[in-house]
């Protein structure tokens, strides 16, 4: 993970750097990625470059960690749009995901990591390092949500149940943005969706069907 000095910098100065590095990532095969090219863009020297990141695996990892934040407040926004309403933020959420991912830099970076051979085990490992330290604030926006969602909405007795639903949902958001791309066309992908909420509504047995039926 980047350093403290990192972390001190204003945040303009933060922005600038990971813009750089997304430009770059996005130009060319992550093999191929260039700290000089980030460091000129970013109007920062090599040594400066290095008492921020021990590489441009770090910086990746810093890039990420600043997605899972952009998610986070995606979540939060989502849901006061939707007054509450679950299902509704979950729809909201996946297209604002689906928003944020299609300006053409930003797709050219997500794809050329994710088109990476090790992408997997890449965005594996950022997933367990960011976890690991910024796990707690995933769990407060999902106390928040579930603590700011309608409960009337939704069958779940408690946390620990809102918690399995919630990562099934954010599971599914993760695959149907996976899809995006793949180049599965957008309409598809919120028809796919769509029938998924269905079925974490609902459920698939015979008794939700008539529950299916009268939405």
């Known amino acids: 993970m980047p350093t403290e000095r990192f972390y001190r910098l204003p945040d303009e100065k ?8 997304v430009k770059e990532f996005a130009r060319v095969p992550v093999d191929k990625v260039s700290i000089n090219q980030i460091i000129k863009e970013a109007e920062i020297s090599r040594g400066s470059f290095y008492t921020y990141f021990e590489d441009k695996w770090d910086l990746l990892g ?45 797709f050219a970076f997500i794809k050329s990591v994710m088109c990476h051979t090790g992408s997997e085990e890449i965005l594996k490992g950022f997933s367990e390092r960011i976890n690991n330290a910024y796990g707690h604030k995933n769990e407060e926006i999902e106390h928040w949500i579930y603590e700011n969602t309608d409960k009337r909405l939704m069958a779940a007795r408690d946390y620990e149940e809102f918690h399995c639903f919630f990562q099934l949902a954010m599971f599914n958001i993760a695959m149907e943005i996976k899809a995006y791309f793949e180049e599965v066309p957008v309409e598809r992908i919120k028809e796919r969706f769509a029938i998924k909420l269905q079925i974490l509504k609902y459920g698939i047995c015979n008794s939700g069907s008539e529950g299916r039926a009268g939405n």
């Open 14 to 21: 933060k922005r600038i750097i990971c813009s750089a590095a």
């Open 62 to 106: 810093c890039i990420f960690e600043d997605s899972q934040n952009r998610l986070r407040e995606f979540c939060r926004m989502a849901l006061i749009e939707s007054d509450g309403d679950i299902w509704k933020m979950l729809e909201k959420l996946l297209l604002k995901t689906l928003d944020y991912c299609s300006g053409k830099e930003q």
